[in-house]
């Protein structure tokens, strides 16, 4: 294989849903005697993506589907793509916990893998007892372990509970643990998920800095799944997206989180008025479309963290002579309003000159951007106003926009923790001496 660590070759995982059997028991044999013969099953020929989108037909599901990539000895890859979309089936295979339903998978080295928490530890025995079984799982002789054993136990900080078996562990203390396991023993690739959710922030920084150093620093390969953009952009020079069980490109991972951007799976945003649920009815004017918009990629309701949000609202206006106001409440998850906005010249940063205006009767659209490197990286939603003069007659849509604000690591090369607020401005700093 050369200086390939990881070969990866028409490599397809399915699952049976439901009944394991065909249904027959001619189909049965049938099954057996191609699985004797080293055939492919012929009865899982016939499925369909893992798409949770929509509602399926088939009983059979492609986790992955004819995935092929080469990995090298020594890079750090991030596995990105949205929940379902393969990425832990993947990281199974390559480590070995479950085997691929057709292709294969060609590995170089000794694989130490991070997967859920829970895997690869006895939970009767104890931390120690359970550092000498991952040790010589890997192949590792008693003395070998006995050599990282000490930095292990540093790494992971839990020195006190050493001696006591691993089911008493907290989630956290149990991953501490599984990572410095996984991180120091001699072992060629290193696969780790997002079980590191589960840490502190020290701690997850922490990992991180361990993983680019067993890459640069060791020469050893290193894959990592993660939702987090800017822990993937930090460490991974290349990444893998996947999207319903399928690769969709390997590249650099700065194109590949922008991919993953564009390519959401939220594509909605935009609602059109028989879909609009109006909380307050005007007889002035009424909603026809809302819609949020990207500079680069149109309707959308994804948008980089860098990326300007472009709501735009077109009303239909029932009265000669009516003044509208168009207004929107931006919103969190939690229902906390993060700020409110209209088009008065006071508190637009542009003039619109139809404010105010008694309005001929017809459509209207009013737009209102929303920066970028404003909002974290959250999801948001909407309410939506046309205000007339009477404000008691005002038209009203809650909840009627959703959309993600994502990570591109773009803010977070010297910080990968959880960046606090709702919003995620960025300011202007500087520090100059002062004479005492």
Same mark, same amino acid.
């Given at each position: 294989?050369?200086?390939?660590?990881?070969?990866?070759?028409?490599?397809?995982?399915?699952?049976?849903?439901?009944?394991?059997?065909? *249904?027959?028991?001619?189909? +049965?044999?049938?099954?057996?005697? @191609?699985?004797?013969?080293?055939?492919?099953?012929?009865?899982?020929?016939?499925?369909?993506?893992?798409?949770?989108?929509?509602?399926?037909? !088939?009983?059979?599901?492609?986790?992955? $589907?004819?995935?092929?990539?080469?990995?090298?000895?020594?890079?750090?890859?991030?596995?990105?793509?949205?929940?379902?979309?393969?990425?832990?089936?993947?990281?199974?295979?390559?480590?070995?916990?479950?085997?691929?339903?057709?292709?294969?998978?060609? #590995?170089?080295?000794?694989?130490?893998?991070?997967?859920?928490?829970?895997?690869?530890?006895?939970?009767?025995?104890?931390?120690?007892?359970?550092?000498?079984?991952?040790?010589?799982?890997?192949?590792?002789?008693?003395?070998? #372990?006995?050599?990282?054993?000490?930095?292990? =136990?540093?790494?992971?900080?839990?020195?006190?509970?050493?001696? &006591?078996? =691993?089911?008493?562990?907290?989630?956290?203390?149990?991953?501490?643990? @599984?990572?410095?396991?996984?991180?120091?023993?001699?072992?060629?690739?290193?696969? =780790?998920?997002?079980?590191?959710?589960?840490? +502190?922030?020290?701690?997850?920084?922490?990992?991180?800095?361990?993983?680019?150093?067993? !890459?640069?620093?060791?020469?050893?390969?290193?894959?990592?799944?993660?939702?987090?953009?800017?822990?993937? !952009?930090?460490?991974?020079?290349?990444?893998?997206?996947?999207?319903?069980?399928?690769?969709?490109?390997?590249?650099?991972?700065?194109?590949?989180?922008?991919?993953?951007?564009?390519? *959401?799976?939220?594509?909605? *945003?935009?609602?059109?008025?028989?879909?609009?649920?109006?909380?307050?009815?005007?007889?002035?004017?009424?909603?026809?479309?809302?819609?949020?918009?990207?500079?680069?990629?149109?309707?959308?309701?994804?948008?980089?963290?860098?990326?300007?949000?472009?709501?735009?609202?077109?009303?239909?206006?029932?009265?000669?002579?009516?003044?509208?106001?168009?207004?929107?409440?931006?919103?969190?998850?939690?229902?906390?309003?993060?700020?409110?906005?209209?088009?008065?010249?006071?508190?637009?940063?542009?003039?619109?000159?139809?404010?105010?205006?008694?309005?001929?009767?017809?459509?209207?659209?009013? &737009?209102?951007?929303?920066?970028?490197?404003?909002?974290?990286?959250?999801?948001?939603?909407?309410?939506?106003?046309?205000?007339?003069?009477?404000?008691?007659?005002?038209?009203?849509?809650?909840?009627?926009?959703?959309?993600? =604000?994502?990570?591109?690591?773009?803010?977070?090369?010297?910080?990968?923790?959880?960046?606090? *607020?709702?919003?995620?401005? $960025?300011?202007?700093?500087?520090?100059?001496?002062?004479? &005492?």
């Amino acid at each position: 294989m050369g200086n390939i660590a990881i070969k990866v070759e028409q490599l397809s995982k399915a699952y049976q849903l439901g009944d394991f059997g065909t *249904g027959t028991l001619s189909r +049965d044999i049938e099954r057996k005697w @191609a699985l004797i013969r080293g055939k492919e099953d012929p009865f899982l020929k016939i499925g369909e993506t893992n798409d949770r989108s929509k509602a399926g037909t !088939s009983d059979v599901v492609w986790s992955l $589907k004819d995935l092929n990539f080469e990995i090298e000895q020594g890079e750090a890859i991030g596995v990105i793509g949205r929940n379902g979309a393969g990425k832990s089936t993947l990281l199974k295979v390559l480590s070995r916990v479950t085997v691929p339903t057709v292709g294969s998978v060609k #590995i170089k080295g000794r694989v130490a893998s991070l997967l859920e928490v829970g895997t690869g530890f006895h939970p009767e025995l104890t931390g120690k007892e359970n550092i000498f079984l991952n040790g010589a799982i890997l192949g590792m002789r008693k003395h070998e #372990i006995k050599k990282h054993f000490d930095a292990i =136990v540093d790494f992971a900080g839990v020195e006190r509970y050493i001696d &006591t078996p =691993v089911k008493r562990y907290s989630s956290g203390m149990y991953v501490r643990l @599984a990572f410095a396991v996984a991180a120091h023993l001699e072992s060629e690739i290193l696969i =780790v998920d997002e079980v590191l959710a589960v840490g +502190d922030a020290e701690f997850q920084k922490k990992c991180l800095g361990k993983m680019g150093e067993v !890459s640069k620093g060791e020469g050893r390969t290193v894959l990592f799944v993660s939702h987090n953009m800017a822990a993937i !952009s930090n460490l991974c020079t290349k990444s893998i997206l996947l999207k319903h069980g399928q690769l969709q490109t390997i590249d650099y991972t700065s194109r590949v989180i922008d991919n993953y951007i564009r390519t *959401g799976e939220n594509n909605d *945003g935009q609602i059109n008025s028989e879909d609009i649920i109006v909380k307050q009815a005007s007889t002035k004017a009424g909603f026809h479309t809302l819609r949020l918009l990207s500079r680069s990629k149109g309707i959308t309701a994804d948008f980089a963290i860098n990326e300007d949000i472009i709501v735009e609202i077109e009303y239909d206006v029932y009265q000669d002579g009516a003044t509208i106001q168009p207004s929107i409440h931006l919103l969190d998850t939690l229902d906390t309003c993060i700020f409110a906005t209209f088009s008065a010249p006071s508190a637009s940063a542009t003039i619109d000159t139809y404010y105010k205006k008694p309005l001929e009767k017809g459509r209207y659209k009013s &737009t209102c951007i929303i920066p970028g490197n404003y909002l974290n990286d959250k999801s948001y939603k909407i309410n939506a106003f046309l205000v007339p003069e009477d404000i008691s007659d005002m038209a009203v849509a809650e909840n009627v926009l959703a959309f993600t =604000v994502v990570e591109t690591g773009e803010m977070r090369k010297e910080y990968t923790g959880d960046w606090w *607020g709702v919003v995620r401005p $960025k300011l202007s700093w500087s520090t100059q001496p002062v004479k &005492t």
